[in-house]
């Protein structure tokens, strides 16, 4: 079974630019989240998905940042515009549910680089 | 200057040793702990969990011990093995909170041959 996908894998950017992340949950799990981490440092949730709905967006900084999941499948993550301190990985990971204990399934991240 | 955040705890290990890796969480309302796996380049990988009635849980060469009355938790590798080397972090959530996970600061195990 196909893990979480992730593209790209790499992004650079010149800062003030926009950037998209894309990513496919595993097939099944209605509940999708999205995670920054900084270099060195623990993943930090940005938003949760659970379906089509945004239930918990209170750590994504808006005035930047976007997110959707249009049909309750894949998501897209938008930065715009793009800052210096943007530069970490983005992750995005899935579960069957929305419960304590679901366990998250991580894609392998987008790297982005803002120069 | 550097970052603090540049600077993970290190543990170094010889192959086929047993390994022990300690996180302090912070929240004394947390009930559920999850160990993740991240190898260099990759997303973190779910290893084992354990919910707050129980104090110890079993897996495949790991055990996790949890003191809730000193908020620690461990992650103990038996027969550490060179594919064990990444950094290891562990997260906490509340029931009710949405499977909302609060990661703690990672620790590098670097295993020796």
């Known amino acids: 079974e196909a893990g979480v996908v992730q593209s790209p894998r790499y992004k650079i950017i010149e800062k003030k630019q926009p950037v998209a992340f894309w990513c496919n949950p595993i097939s099944g799990h209605n509940t999708l989240y999205w995670y920054l981490q900084n270099l060195g440092q623990g993943p930090e949730l940005l938003i949760r998905y659970e379906n089509e709905e945004a239930v918990d967006d209170s750590q994504l900084p808006k005035d930047r940042f976007s997110a959707e999941r249009l049909k309750g499948v894949d998501s897209t993550l938008k930065i715009q515009p793009a800052e210096l301190g943007d530069s970490a990985v983005y992750l995005c990971?899935?579960?069957?549910?929305?419960?304590?204990?679901?366990?998250?399934?991580f894609g392998p991240g987008t790297r982005l680089l803002v120069l | 200057g550097e970052s603090v955040g540049l600077h993970l705890p290190t543990l170094s290990v010889q192959e086929g040793d047993n390994s022990i890796i300690n996180c302090a969480y912070s929240?004394?309302?947390?009930?559920?702990f999850i160990w993740y796996k991240q190898e260099s380049g990759k997303g973190p990988q779910f290893i084992i969990d354990i919910r707050s009635n129980m104090d110890k849980r079993q897996g495949q060469r790991v055990t996790v011990l949890l003191n809730k009355t000193v908020k620690h938790l461990s992650l103990q590798i038996a027969a550490t093995q060179p594919g064990d080397s990444a950094v290891y972090f562990c997260?906490?959530?509340?029931?009710?909170?949405?499977?909302?996970?609060?990661f703690g600061t990672g620790t590098q195990l670097k295993v020796e041959l």
């Open positions: 997260a906490e959530a509340i029931t009710g909170g949405g499977n909302k996970l609060t």
């Open positions: 990971a899935s579960s069957l549910g929305g419960g304590t204990g679901e366990t998250q399934y």
């Open positions: 929240n004394s309302a947390s009930d559920y």
